[in-house]
């Protein structure tokens, strides 16, 4: 069974720093690209980052580049996603995702 | 950035109709290996998205053959034929021809 299990958020201040973590399982992880899409309250879906097979090649929607970095560890069969210089607009629910599988989703809040 | 653009329902739908959602992009999803780059998801309440829909018009795996999907570069619409009680949810689509990965802002289906 596919199983992909965030952990990690959590309420952090603004300008403060964060890291997620997805475990995955039941898929051969390397096979994939990985990506991070996220929801804020009541809202519809964000796509914030995607990472190739072997991590060579990472993309980043505008807004979060250059304060998230996306990373995977293929022997862990493991994504992460460090979360710099957050702001009150980063609170939402960041979910791990091949496309075809979802985590459950982990949720991060900005406030002070 | 690619723009999605969803049309609404007009709900409530009663059980057992057929209803068809539309989406549209800014810029032809189809690409050069003859694949048009364009998934649908359903958000049942207080779940993950699940896929629905990939390349357009494929089926993702276990997904009910009352959901299909259709188009050309630009319109798409995901048909749901003969809705019932589980179908209930936000439908959204996704461009996965180029990053960033874009949504549209959703489609909620309610059923009486």
């Known amino acids: 069974e596919v199983q992909l299990v965030e952990s990690g958020g959590g309420l952090v201040q603004p300008g403060r720093s964060l890291k997620l973590s997805c475990a995955a399982s039941g898929f051969t992880f390397s096979d994939y690209y990985m990506a991070w899409v996220r929801q804020a309250p009541t809202k519809g879906l964000e796509w914030v980052a995607s990472i190739s097979y072997d991590g060579g090649s990472t993309y980043y929607r505008d807004s979060v580049k250059g304060r998230f970095t996306i990373s995977r560890d293929n022997a862990k069969s493991s994504l992460y996603l460090q979360m710099d210089s957050l702001r009150s607009e980063d609170t939402a629910t960041y979910y791990c995702?091949?496309?075809?599988?979802w985590g459950q989703g982990v949720m991060v809040t900005v406030s002070s | 950035d690619i723009v999605m653009t969803q049309g609404a329902l007009p709900n409530p739908v009663p059980s057992g109709e057929s209803v068809s959602i539309t989406c549209r992009s800014s810029?032809?999803?189809?690409?050069?290996?003859?694949?048009?780059?364009l998934n649908w998801y359903l958000q049942r309440p207080g779940q993950s998205p699940q896929l629905l829909i990939y390349w357009m018009s494929t089926r993702a795996s276990g997904v009910s053959d009352r959901f299909s999907g259709s188009g050309s570069g630009t319109d798409f619409t995901l048909k749901i034929s003969g809705v019932e009680a589980e179908d209930v949810g936000v439908y959204y689509c996704q461009q996965g021809l180029e990053f960033p990965r874009t949504f549209g802002s959703g489609t909620k289906l309610e059923i009486k």
């Open positions: 810029k032809s999803l189809l690409y050069s290996d003859g694949k048009t780059y």
């Open positions: 995702t091949t496309q075809t599988h």
